[in-house]
């Protein structure tokens, strides 16, 4: 019975593995294109050095450091969410969980580049691993990210094992033999014996467990990079945990956007529906009490004290960021939790609008905890060149950013004309509550 | 990082080297025996004569210009020099920003304009103290937090107390300058010709020539002291205001006059700045009090754009107000 609901299933989703139309076509041929203008900026970069972005000896991270901050934790969506929900055996997850992963292991190859594209000699890469000191948090980051990457492939993995089987013994789709070929080498032989069940199913509760736990670990450590410095703003003890829940955060911001954007495009109004879009909201919600909350104990804690760089950063905050600030941790805040707390506003779209303000809140938020800190350092910037006192991003900057999104959004697209972008095999599925009864 | 750099002695053979003479030279005093040189008779003649032991044990006379100290190794330059612990006092009372540190430095260095291993600030501690000038070289910390997070060991520290960069082995992430508590560290963004005109060869020590998209910063200028001479700073100073010694020889000096450093940091209130941030800097300041010169005499024959630096400092704001 399961296998003729995963048929059916199957059928609705072999158009999209089985061709791409002509607006795909032109949607993935734009997204080519503005990655191909992030790796000339990129080209420029390398060619006529780091003069050509923005950042300078005070401000020395700018936007890239907002990117790797933000990708990483949107790839905490999957991470947390997928695996949480999958552990706690949420019914409602089936739809969205692999949305979800194929968030986090796309967000999480993203992330690092940023961090790269701030290096000033990418050509000795290798002395991080040749010479490298475990006592520097760059060393902590460099296990913690590649331990994540490589723990998120195998759950992703494990996570489409099952439809890649699925696929493969699918008769009725067209596809070219090669991609028949691919699908049966990925299978890696699963057939669904009862054996095999169990197996999978076992081995993905152990990563389910493991990736919550290294994405805790990878993002406290993201955020030591800043607090284990002296720097006013950044030398804060609550810098751990508030980055945990900022990344889910905006995880659940990104996996709400996703979610509208697929709904729409491939019509899957009768498997996503207004019940997701709230659950995730509710999600969401607490997150945004969350994140509220360590914000506000964070900034009090330094404006009520008042050391002087403490004031000197608030000041700032409050004078040339003010808009930005407001926006980012106050509507950003406020709003998810009115639209999702009052059950009139909960619509899809409504929850979808505050999912994309969430988004921008936090990369913000991220700008505001990275730059303003750097321009107001110990000793006063005294000079004369406008560029050493503000930072401002360069096109360059912003090219290279805006690749990072059409790269996220590409491997999306890509993904799900490789993979139906609903877990088919975990939907055909008997809910437990159901399978006990026919067995009673 | 279109170049690399030709930072190895073997590569130099295009200079005309005669590597045949063992100098006794003014080193003599702090390294307290002979100091190895080389000639470099392409250099441009001074018309001072110096004489020189050579390695054959002949005594021959030399132009002062055209003797070379060797640099030396990015090895050898980790271990720093035996029995010294390098300290600097900066005698604010004395200083009038005359930036004769800055441009010397830069010299020594061939820094670019836009680099600055030496910094001069206007500072005004709250509204109603006094402002003074502040002369900011590399604290040399103790306990330096840059030295903790760099990920590849470029950075580190001596038994001498000195902290170097070694740009050879540094990858340009910028860590150790967000770790810096001061704002010391400056950051290659492109190759700056200035770092063409060192010919020779790189070492730690030295600093130079800079490497595009690497970490550089004040280094206490340990090849000078190696061959007996003062930093740049130090020796450059029309009014004496940096001294430098050792620590475990409890002796400081700024070229002409000479003190016990404990009873110097005693006597006129020594301190070191932001000292509640645990760094334990190896630099001390002498309290700006009974001055040698007002403090608007720093602005005396400034370049229009140095003067400009100070242009939103409090006191310069409050001034163009009244």
């Known amino acids: 019975m399961a296998n003729e609901q995963e048929s059916t299933l199957l059928q609705e989703f072999a158009p999209q593995i089985e061709r791409t139309n002509f607006i795909q076509a032109i949607w993935i041929f734009f997204l080519v294109a503005v990655i191909a203008l992030g790796f000339y900026a990129l080209y420029i970069q390398i060619t006529e050095g780091h003069e050509v972005t923005g950042m300078r000896d005070n401000v020395v991270w700018g936007i890239y450091i907002v990117n790797f901050i933000f990708f990483m934790g949107v790839s905490y969506a999957g991470a947390l969410i997928s695996g949480t929900l999958h552990l706690f055996r949420a019914e409602w997850r089936k739809p969205i969980i692999r949305m979800a992963e194929f968030i986090t292991i796309i967000a999480l190859l993203i992330g690092p580049c940023y961090i790269l594209l701030c290096i000033g000699r990418l050509d000795r890469l290798q002395y991080l691993v040749l010479y490298g000191r475990i006592q520097s948090p760059i060393t902590w980051d460099v296990i913690a990210i590649s331990t994540d990457i490589f723990g998120c492939l195998i759950f992703l993995y494990l996570a489409i094992l099952r439809d890649i089987a699925a696929i493969r013994d699918f008769q009725t789709i067209r596809l070219p033999k090669w991609k028949r070929k691919l699908y049966s080498i990925l299978a890696l032989g699963y057939s669904g014996t009862p054996e095999q069940k169990v197996r999978l199913h076992r081995a993905t509760d152990i990563m389910a467990a493991m990736v919550i736990a290294i994405a805790v670990i990878v993002y406290s450590v993201l955020a030591w990079i800043f607090s284990v410095t002296l720097q006013p703003g950044w030398h804060s003890t609550i810098f751990g945990p508030y980055f945990v829940i900022a990344a889910v955060f905006s995880g659940c911001g990104v996996l709400i956007v996703v979610m509208w954007l697929f709904r729409k495009i491939y019509h899957l109004e009768k498997y996503i529906t207004r019940k997701h879009f709230v659950n995730v909201g509710i999600l969401m919600l607490i997150l945004a009490a969350l994140f509220g909350y360590f914000t506000f104990s964070d900034y009090l804690t330094k404006w009520y004290g008042s050391e002087r760089n403490d004031e000197l950063l608030i000041n700032l905050l409050f004078d040339e960021y003010y808009w930005l600030f407001i926006l980012s941790n106050y509507v950003g805040v406020l709003l998810p939790m009115i639209v999702v707390g009052i059950p009139k506003l909960r619509t899809i779209n409504n929850i979808t609008i505050s999912a994309i303000i969430v988004i921008l809140a936090l990369w913000i938020n991220r700008y505001l905890i990275v730059v303003p800190t750097l321009e107001s350092p110990y000793l006063p910037i005294q000079d004369s060149r406008p560029a050493w006192i503000f930072y401002s991003s360069t096109w360059i900057e912003w090219a290279l950013t805006a690749a990072g999104v059409a790269f996220f959004a590409l491997a999306m697209t890509i993904g799900s004309k490789f993979i139906p972008i609903i877990n088919v095999s975990e939907m055909a599925d008997l809910p437990p509550s159901e399978e006990e009864e026919i067995l009673a | ?322």
């Open chain 2, 1 to 322: 990082m279109k170049r690399e750099s030709d930072n190895h002695p073997k590569k130099s053979s295009r200079r005309d080297f005669l590597k045949k003479s063992l100098v006794a030279g003014a080193g003599v005093v702090a390294t307290g025996g002979l100091v190895e040189a080389y000639l470099d008779t392409q250099a441009a003649e001074s018309g001072e004569k110096v004489k020189v032991l050579t390695t054959d044990g002949e005594i021959v006379e030399v132009d002062k210009a055209h003797i070379r100290y060797p640099r030396v190794s990015r090895k050898k330059s980790r271990e720093g020099i035996p029995g010294k612990k390098f300290v600097m006092v900066i005698d604010l009372a004395r200083c009038k920003n005359a930036r004769a540190c800055v441009e010397k430095c830069q010299e020594g260095h061939h820094l670019p304009k836009d680099q600055e291993f030496m910094k001069v600030y206007l500072l005004q501690d709250t509204e109603y103290t006094a402002p003074y000038w502040f002369p900011k070289p590399c604290y040399h910390c103790d306990n330096p937090l840059c030295v903790s997070v760099c990920p590849v060991g470029a950075t580190y520290k001596r038994s001498d107390g000195i902290v170097l960069i070694d740009t050879d082995r540094c990858i340009g992430c910028k860590f150790c300058i967000t770790g810096c508590p001061y704002s010391t560290r400056v950051f290659a963004w492109r190759h700056y010709e200035e770092y063409d005109e060192d010919t020779q060869p790189y070492s730690p020590e030295a600093s130079s020539p800079g490497v595009e998209g690497t970490v550089s910063k004040c280094d206490f200028c340990p090849d000078l002291i190696r061959v007996g001479k003062l930093p740049y700073c130090v020796a450059s100073c029309p009014m004496g205001v940096i001294y430098f010694g050792d620590l475990d020889e409890d002796v400081v000096t700024n070229g002409t006059e000479t003190y016990q450093f404990s009873q110097l940091i005693r006597d006129r209130a020594g301190y070191r700045y932001l000292e509640v941030l645990g760094t334990r800097p190896s630099v001390y300041y002498l309290p700006p009090v009974e001055r040698q010169f007002p403090v608007d005499r720093g602005f005396d024959g400034l370049d229009e754009e140095v003067e400009k630096r100070y242009e939103n400092t409090p006191y310069i704001t409050k001034q163009k107000r009244k």
